[in-house]
């Protein structure tokens, strides 16, 4: 194996470029070349690419998003798209290669895989919906993002005696959501997972308000309701005072957690040596603290990842 090439597609995540940068760093010291395609799947079809050198991953490590830059490519969805990628991969000489990316992205990989390119992918996505890893990267940064928010939010909440509804993104997955609920200490988690009832929501908070408790932290799963809707519900039911916020893309910024970076290195170096050894149609991820490799016809196969049983019993426990 001589050149290898690397990517990040869909929704971009904090750790991307600590990634990039394993892959190439990894890549180069076993004399690979590396190709970096710009604008994920988008960029392959469109051919956009550069030479990746040691230089061109310096500096990069602490900075959120993908200097790779990203996008979401329609075309590599059918046939022609996904030839025309594989075709553009092996005029350029590419025996090889990572994906960085969600469900999306990884079944590109997967797609490419079966066209006789060998491929790897490595789970990113703040939504943490993948199944056979514990963990994405990106959603450790983005738990934090969440929690600062939460945070400065309680503490105008307790000063004005409000309510606030908080909308997290996470797609259909409500991990993010139910762990941020945990680690911020709020009263109310909604996900899609979990039924859940306003009214039930409205009575307990009454009964908050009326032991001296005179603030709450509402967080609301993207999938589950739209925070608006449960805002104006409150309002209307029982007259709190309530206020909103929606996290949005905020949550997919800024620079990745320590986790994340590490994270990132693992994931990029493990695929670089799963390449080397000739593996192909598989993604990385994290299992009980190791770094594991699952064949992506199996991680689809499952479906979507259920939520963390663990994250989920400890939020029945201490978030309502
Ligand atoms: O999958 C990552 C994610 O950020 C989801 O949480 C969200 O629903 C979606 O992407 C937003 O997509 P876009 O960046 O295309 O608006």
Known sequence: MRRIAVLTSGGDSSGMNACVRAVVRKALSENLEVVGIQKGYQGLIDRQYQIMSSRSVSGILQRGGTVLHSARCKAMMDEAGQKLAAENLQGLGVEGLIV????????GAQSLHRKGIPAIGIPASID????????SLGV???????????DC???????????????????????LTTAAAVACGAEFAIIPEAPFSVDE??????????EGRDNALILVAEGAARAQNIADQIK????????????????????PSVFDRLLGARFGVKAVEGLLQGQSGSMVGLACGGVCCTPLEQVFQSGSRPIDEVILKLAKTLVI
Do not use: W
């Open 100 to 107: 960085i990316g969600g469900e999306g992205s990884l079944k």
């Open 128 to 135: 943490n919906d993948i199944p056979f890893t514990d963990m």
């Open 153 to 175: 939010l309680k503490d105008t909440a307790s000063s004005h005696s409000r309510a606030f509804v908080v909308e997290c993104m996470g797609r259909n997955c409500g991990y």
């Open 201 to 210: 929501i409205c009575e307990c908070l009454k009964s908050r308000y009326r």
């Open 236 to 255: 209307d039911k029982i007259g709190f005072e309530t206020r909103l916020m929606v996290l949005g893309h905020y949550q997919r910024g800024g620079s």
């Open 140 to 150: 450790d940064t983005a738990l934090n993002n969440i929690i600062y928010a939460v």
